[in-house]
Protein backbone atom coordinates (compact mmCIF):
# COMPACT_ATOMS: atom_id res chain seq x y z
CA UNK A 1 0.00 0.00 0.00
CA UNK A 2 2.32 2.52 0.32
CA UNK A 3 4.22 1.92 -2.75
CA UNK A 4 0.98 2.42 -4.63
CA UNK A 5 0.53 5.30 -2.34
CA UNK A 6 3.60 7.21 -3.34
CA UNK A 7 3.12 6.12 -7.38
CA UNK A 8 -0.59 7.45 -7.12
CA UNK A 9 0.95 10.88 -5.48
CA UNK A 10 2.99 11.15 -8.33
CA UNK A 11 0.86 10.58 -10.83
CA UNK A 12 -1.79 13.06 -9.82
CA UNK A 13 1.33 15.37 -9.52
CA UNK A 14 2.51 14.75 -12.93
CA UNK A 15 -1.28 15.51 -14.53
CA UNK A 16 -1.82 17.82 -12.09
CA UNK A 17 1.25 20.36 -13.63
CA UNK A 18 -0.37 19.92 -16.72
CA UNK A 19 -2.34 22.81 -18.13
CA UNK A 20 -5.48 21.64 -18.79
CA UNK A 21 -5.69 20.06 -15.31
CA UNK A 22 -4.76 23.78 -13.82
CA UNK A 23 -8.95 24.45 -13.61
CA UNK A 24 -9.43 21.02 -11.84
CA UNK A 25 -6.69 21.61 -9.30
CA UNK A 26 -8.52 25.54 -9.31
CA UNK A 27 -11.68 24.78 -8.34
CA UNK A 28 -10.21 22.88 -5.46
CA UNK A 29 -8.12 25.46 -4.18
CA UNK A 30 -5.34 24.16 -5.08
CA UNK A 31 -3.82 25.98 -8.15
CA UNK A 32 -1.07 27.52 -6.09
CA UNK A 33 0.34 24.07 -6.23
CA UNK A 34 -0.39 23.31 -9.63
CA UNK A 35 1.78 26.22 -10.48
CA UNK A 36 4.79 24.65 -7.76
CA UNK A 37 4.36 21.39 -9.99
CA UNK A 38 5.17 23.27 -13.21
CA UNK A 39 7.94 25.13 -11.71
CA UNK A 40 9.41 21.66 -10.03
CA UNK A 41 9.28 19.68 -13.87
CA UNK A 42 10.89 22.75 -15.48
CA UNK A 43 13.50 22.38 -13.04
CA UNK A 44 13.45 18.50 -13.95
CA UNK A 45 12.32 17.75 -10.06
CA UNK A 46 9.72 15.75 -11.13
CA UNK A 47 10.85 12.92 -8.58
CA UNK A 48 9.80 15.11 -5.72
CA UNK A 49 6.50 16.30 -7.31
CA UNK A 50 4.50 13.44 -5.74
CA UNK A 51 5.57 15.06 -2.27
CA UNK A 52 3.08 18.22 -2.24
CA UNK A 53 0.25 16.09 -2.78
CA UNK A 54 -1.23 15.68 0.80
CA UNK A 55 -3.92 12.91 2.39
CA UNK A 56 -6.89 16.17 1.01
CA UNK A 57 -5.56 15.74 -2.52
CA UNK A 58 -4.99 12.26 -2.86
CA UNK A 59 -8.52 11.14 -1.50
CA UNK A 60 -10.32 13.93 -3.54
CA UNK A 61 -8.73 11.83 -7.21
CA UNK A 62 -8.22 8.11 -5.97
CA UNK A 63 -10.16 5.97 -4.52
CA UNK A 64 -7.86 4.53 -1.73
CA UNK A 65 -8.45 0.88 -0.20
CA UNK A 66 -6.65 -2.11 0.63
CA UNK A 67 -7.09 -4.53 -2.69
CA UNK A 68 -9.87 -6.89 -1.23
CA UNK A 69 -12.21 -3.75 -0.26
CA UNK A 70 -11.25 -1.98 -3.70
CA UNK A 71 -14.76 -3.04 -5.15
CA UNK A 72 -17.16 -1.74 -2.33
CA UNK A 73 -14.94 1.68 -2.35
CA UNK A 74 -15.76 2.61 -5.62
CA UNK A 75 -19.19 1.78 -5.26
CA UNK A 76 -19.47 3.69 -1.80
CA UNK A 77 -17.99 6.60 -3.69
CA UNK A 78 -19.80 6.49 -6.96
CA UNK A 79 -23.11 4.80 -6.44
CA UNK A 80 -25.76 6.91 -8.25
CA UNK A 81 -23.50 9.05 -9.91
CA UNK A 82 -21.98 6.97 -12.38
CA UNK A 83 -22.97 3.74 -14.22
CA UNK A 84 -19.07 2.78 -15.55
CA UNK A 85 -15.49 2.62 -13.77
CA UNK A 86 -12.33 2.67 -15.03
CA UNK A 87 -9.79 1.37 -13.11
CA UNK A 88 -6.24 1.74 -12.91
CA UNK A 89 -3.46 0.52 -9.95
CA UNK A 90 -0.07 1.50 -9.22
CA UNK A 91 1.19 -1.70 -8.58
CA UNK A 92 1.26 -5.41 -10.12
CA UNK A 93 -1.69 -7.03 -9.63
CA UNK A 94 -2.89 -10.18 -10.37
CA UNK A 95 -6.17 -11.60 -11.92
CA UNK A 96 -7.85 -12.50 -8.84
CA UNK A 97 -8.10 -9.26 -7.47
CA UNK A 98 -9.51 -7.80 -11.13
CA UNK A 99 -12.48 -10.67 -11.38
CA UNK A 100 -12.96 -9.63 -7.43
CA UNK A 101 -13.70 -5.74 -8.15
CA UNK A 102 -15.61 -6.39 -11.21
CA UNK A 103 -17.85 -8.99 -9.25
CA UNK A 104 -18.26 -6.56 -6.58
CA UNK A 105 -19.63 -4.14 -8.93
CA UNK A 106 -21.89 -6.40 -11.06
CA UNK A 107 -23.12 -7.50 -7.35
CA UNK A 108 -24.10 -3.93 -6.54
CA UNK A 109 -25.60 -3.44 -10.23
CA UNK A 110 -27.88 -6.72 -9.61
CA UNK A 111 -28.90 -5.09 -6.12
CA UNK A 112 -26.66 -6.88 -4.35
CA UNK A 113 -25.06 -4.88 -1.27
CA UNK A 114 -21.39 -5.21 -1.80
Known sequence: MAEADLSVRARIAYLGAKKPYRRVFDHHGWGHVHEKWTDMAQRGETAAMGNLVDDEMLHTFAVVAEPEH?????????????????????????????????????????????
Open 70 to 114: VASAIVERYAGLSDRASVMTPYATVQDLWDSIGAGIRAYRNGIPA
